[in-house]
């Protein structure tokens, strides 16, 4: 062999055995994400109605209490969390229930809450009752 392919084969060895370990390292990672997915996906049991229930009561409440306070610093960003996780928790008892879907996002009309929420009474699960404190 020549003295100029022996010397862009040691130059290229140690980039391409490289690029091979980062290509195993992420197949490698992916794998295991995958079979964690797989696992926790399959044996997830869901949460009972009566916990969802009182989430979203609570969850509820917080919000009301927190729209009409004006002592409280970033209120603005801490009614945008309330709403999300308010949201989040509606959508699961909408799925769980058979009501309509929401809207995806956290731009949901006050009218589809509204309309969510007299679905979930229909089918005796009252978001406005009181939440225990």
């Known amino acids: 062999m020549s003295p ?4 862009i084969g040691v130059i290229l060895l140690p980039t391409a ?5 980062l290509g195993s390292i992420r197949l490698v990672r ?7 997915a797989a696992r926790y996906s399959s044996a ?12 979203l009561r609570r969850l509820r409440a917080e919000l009301e209490a927190m729209e009409t306070r004006a002592d409280v610093p970033a209120k ?13 928790v509606l959508r699961t008892a909408c799925q769980r229930l058979a009501v ?4 995806p996002g956290d731009l949901v009309p006050q009218s589809e809450i509204y309309r969510a929420e007299a ?8 978001v406005r009752e009181t939440a225990p404190h």
């Open 4 to 7: 100029a392919v022996e010397l």
């Open 17 to 21: 055995l490289g690029y091979g370990l």
């Open 30 to 36: 992916w794998a295991l994400r995958r079979r964690s």
């Open 44 to 55: 997830a049991i869901p949460e009972p109605i009566d916990r969802l229930g009182a989430r």
């Open 76 to 88: 603005s960003i801490r009614l945008h969390a309330l709403r999300g996780a308010y949201l989040d």
């Open 100 to 103: 309509g879907p929401l809207p």
């Open 119 to 126: 679905g979930l009474r229909q089918r005796g699960l009252d």
